[in-house]
């Protein structure tokens, strides 16, 4: 075998153990809810194919369930937007409707776009509508999760419109 090809199978095996090293600190780092519905191999399928996740009051990911906070819409946003800067993200943005902020992985520093809506809960209060998208890849390990994760236990929401 020349030794150019040993070289190159080297350097490829590198960069596969390296990929394979880097992925799953992305996904230990995310601190994932590996247990939850609808368990540990549908949830490394999502984590592993998508790069941007959206609350709604039906989706399949508990976690991902709509939140509720029992201030009006203006006074949630605000409130977002509070607990935006607390979590450390970057180009925070208060608009009429929503709220926009960057959030940078811890791993490789990626920028992360999240967007937060709300709009009046016929109980009262507000319901938020959460996005977070990865700028590049087609795989977040979990990272936009994390981010919307950490931003509804920092507005410490209701437990109505989740399980």
Known sequence: MPK???WVWWVAMGLLVLGLVL???ALVLNRLPWAASPGPIPRLGIYLSRNRVQTR???SLPELRSPHISEPPD???AKVAMAMGALGWEDIRVGHSDVRAVAVTPLLGFADDLAVTA????GGGS???IRSA???GRADFGANLRHVMDLMAQLDPEPSGRE
């Open 4 to 6: 150019y090809l040993l």
């Open 23 to 25: 992925g799953g600190g």
């Open 57 to 59: 009051d039906d989706h």
């Open 75 to 77: 006074k949630a946003l």
């Open 119 to 122: 709009e009046p809960s016929p």
């Open 127 to 129: 319901r938020l509508s």
């Open 134 to 136: 990865s700028r590049v």
